[in-house]
Structure formats: C-alpha cells, structure tokens
C-alpha cells in the first residue's frame, strides 16, 4: 500500500514487497570487520555425544559459509561459535548461536541448519517450571503429542512451524506469527487448556483468510469460546458461615462463656492437677472394663449351643410318648377294677 506521508517518494510503487528481507552480502557492511570477537557456549547432554561427533562435519560446513568459526568440545561437553575476521553478517552469530541451542535439544541436523536462513527464527520454550506435580507434568506433556503424535502434526500443519518435544522443553523452527502461535498453545496447555481447542481455532481462521469477504473484518464471532466445567473439584470450606442480613438490634447478643468460665461453673477449674490425672485415669480403666466385658461375651456366645430345629421327627416322638403313657394309665384303670371285682366274688 503506497505511504499518504504528504512528502512525495516515486520509488514507494504498489507492488513493492515491504515484508520481504533482502539477503545480507558483503558489500552491505559498510564498516569493514568486527571490532571485538563474539562468541557463545551451549552445554549439551552425555547422550548427544555420540550424534553430535557424527554430524559436527555438516554443521561446520553450514556455518563456514558464513564464516563463523565452530568448535565441539566431547572433554567437557559444551558447543562454542564465535566470529572471525571475515565475517560479515552481524546476525550470523545470533542464527549460530540458535544453530547450536537447537542441536543441544536433540532437534536433528540437517532440520536445524535451516535456521541459518532469515525467513526461519527459532524459539526453545523451557515447560517444567509451569507445573509442579511430575505426574501432572507428564500427563500434559503427552497431550501436546497426542495419539500417534497427531496433535503434534496438526500443530506444525496448522502453524508452519516444527515442533520438537524433548524433556523439560519444546524446540520450535519457523515464522515469528507461527512461532507465536506455538508458544501460546504449549503454555496454555500447561495451565490445563487442551491443545485441540488450538487446533480448531486455528482451523477456522484459515478459512477465514481465504474469504477475501472477511479477510479483513473482526473474526471475534466465529472462533469457539470454551469456558471451565470443572466446578464439582472446587473445594468446599469446612464451616460454611451464615452470611443473610439480619435485622438490626440495638443491644448486643450475650458473651459466649470461655474455656475457663465453663470450668469454673462445672467445678474442674478447682481440681488439683493431680485429681484430674486420677478421674482421666479412673475413666479410662472403666472403658477398658466395659471393653473386656464385651470381648468376654463375644468369646463366650462361640460355645453357645445353637437350638434345633422342630423337624416332624420331633413331633412325631413326642406324640408318640404322650399316647404310650395314656395307654398306660388306661391299662392300670383296667387292672384296678378287675381286682376289685374278683375281691368281691371271693367274699
């Protein structure tokens, strides 16, 4: 768009590309060679040791080209870029720099030597501070990966951007807007917002750039707004005061009684110390007492015989017995008689 600055600029012509970055050369540096020498140092892990020594050809190779000066140090572990004399770019040193954090973050060589390009930046988010818990951490780690790792590669779709997750850090390579997106959704994952949400935003506004209707209006009303429902954990307080208004009185309710005042009114204020050990005492054996009583009949109810169940047999039995000893007496009323019957014959 051409400037409306009121002072005339014939070079300022609609199809210049003013975000474009023109490349960097020699003949741009005006001021000759450095000054002063600039130089960075990247600690890497034991486990990078092997790889490092292996690609370190490719990556000298890259840097030689803008005449930075690098150096792999295996004794103590540690990466060093500096400049030379010839060098010519001042922000050679900067990209070098991001070169060599890259690889200390296991992103592989051949991926981190693009950030030697200007359209590329770089951005290492360090993500174990964000959340306490290890658990917790681990869980919301995961969810930037997703299943398969799809969350992941809808991300580095979506936003341009590649995206490395490794430890206690995510390593990024892209655009600033893309690299500013990333960012936003790592660290909203960590405060307990999911990726996907990201994900579909940034899917609608996509689509929204490709209508050249809405390109430039407000796209407020199409993005989703997600809100918490996590409202069940809250926790609840222990007392829950009674906060309604209450109707004004003049006089003041009465003092509620103290500790003390409660034991002087009951007597125990009084006590000597030794007589309340000795009623704590006495108490305590008389529960332990009780205690041993129960435990007694518990014990005791084990021996009990249990009662039989009245079966026929048992009923059987015992009309049986009472119609044997009616017979019984029948008979002896009928011996009875016949004796005083033959009696009375005799005489």
Known sequence: ????????????????????????????????????????IVLFPKYREQYL????????????????FAELDLVEGKMTVKTTRKTFDPVAILDARDLIKLLSRSVPAPQAIKILEDEVAADVIKIRNLVRNKERFVKRRQRI?????????????????????????????????????????????????????????LMIKRELEKDEQLKDENWERFLPHFKKR??????KPYKI????????????????PSKIDKQIESG?????????ERAKKEQREQVQREKQIEKKKARESAYVAPKEADNGKAK???KRKHEGSESIATNGAETQKKSKRTHETDT
């Not at 020594?53 to 930075?68: F, G, Y």
């Open 53 to 68: 020594r292996e690609a370190w050809p490719m990556v000298n190779r890259a840097l030689s080209k803008n005449h930075i």
């Open 241 to 256: 005061n009674d906060k309604s208004k209450k109707p004004y009185t003049p006089i003041p309710p009465p003092q509620e």
């Open 1 to 40: 768009m051409p400037s409306t600055h009121n002072t005339e600029k014939p070079w300022d012509t609609p199809d210049i590309d003013k975000w474009k970055i023109d490349k960097f050369n020699p003949e741009d540096n005006l001021t000759g060679p450095f000054s002063e020498e600039s130089s960075f």
């Open 145 to 201: 990966l997703g299943p398969n790792g799809s969350t992941l590669k809808a991300l580095e779709l979506l936003t341009g951007c590649y995206i490395l997750v490794q430890g206690n850090t995510v390593s990024a390579m892209g655009s600033y807007k893309g690299l500013k997106e990333v960012r936003r959704v790592v660290e909203d994952c960590f405060a307990n917002i999911h990726p996907i949400y990201h994900v579909k935003e």
């Open 230 to 235: 996590n409202l069940s954990k809250r926790r």
């Open 316 to 318: 059987r039995k015992k």
């Open 268 to 276: 125990e204020y009084f006590i000597t110390k030794h007589a309340k």
